[in-house]
């Protein structure tokens, strides 16, 4: 199964861990620590396509339509717009949004989600309120970014076993509760607020 992760530059190290491999990164860096110019983003894009599954680590707002990066406790800068989504093919590609509000519905903050479905992605999660897990570590690995990506590490495994998203979601929770115990506020949040985006139907979108 082949997975790629897209992050704010601050998580990278966690996202490695999170993932098994390198993500791409929001400023993105190269070997030199030059700063990559716009036009790489599409390039990205574009070979995103043909993975299992893209794992967004982004700033989100509610009320707002774009992601955003991080570098240094900064926010910005613009990450990933709806029509940057919307001019690839993501036919049966997973997307794993670690985004904020991502799926809080709405009709800025449901964009992004809605751009991949429109575009044939098989499934989005994303999380309705704050994506927790960015400040308290997840001990015993170092570098964890917390319950968030814990999260992600027992939904990849599942999909990897051939389980449909919404199975792999489900179990994944259960295995978080269980990693977890005593569950924490943080624990409580994520597994609260992590769903499969609803895909918005041609009466749903025209109500929007």
């Known amino acids: 199964m082949k997975v790629v992760a897209y992050c704010g530059l601050d998580w990278a190290r966690a996202m490695r861990s999170a993932i098994g491999g390198v993500p791409v990164t929001c400023p993105p860096l190269r070997s030199g620590g030059d700063w990559l110019g716009s036009e790489w983003l599409s390039t990205f894009l574009r070979l995103a396509t043909l993975c299992d599954v893209l794992v967004l680590n982004l700033h989100g707002y509610a009320g707002q339509a774009n992601y955003y990066g991080q570098r240094d406790r900064a926010v910005g800068p613009t990450a990933l717009t709806p029509q940057d989504v919307l001019e690839h093919d993501w036919s049966k590609v997973t997307v794993f949004c670690e985004v904020c509000y991502s799926a809080a519905g709405g009709q800025a903050s ?61 179990k994944a929770k259960r295995w978080l509760r269980l990693w977890s115990w005593p569950l ?25």
């Open 110 to 170: 449901n964009e992004i989600p809605q751009a991949f479905y429109n575009r044939g992605a098989r499934a989005v999660i994303g999380s309705t309120t704050t994506a927790y897990g960015r400040v308290r570590p997840t001990p015993p690995i170092p570098g964890f970014d917390g319950e968030a990506d814990r999260l992600l590490q027992f939904f990849l495994a599942r999909l990897r076993r051939k389980e449909p998203p919404d199975v792999a979601l489900r």
């Open 184 to 208: 924490d506020a943080d624990d409580r949040a994520t597994l609260e607020s992590f769903e499969i985006i609803k895909k918005l139907g041609v009466k749903d979108a025209e109500e929007h």
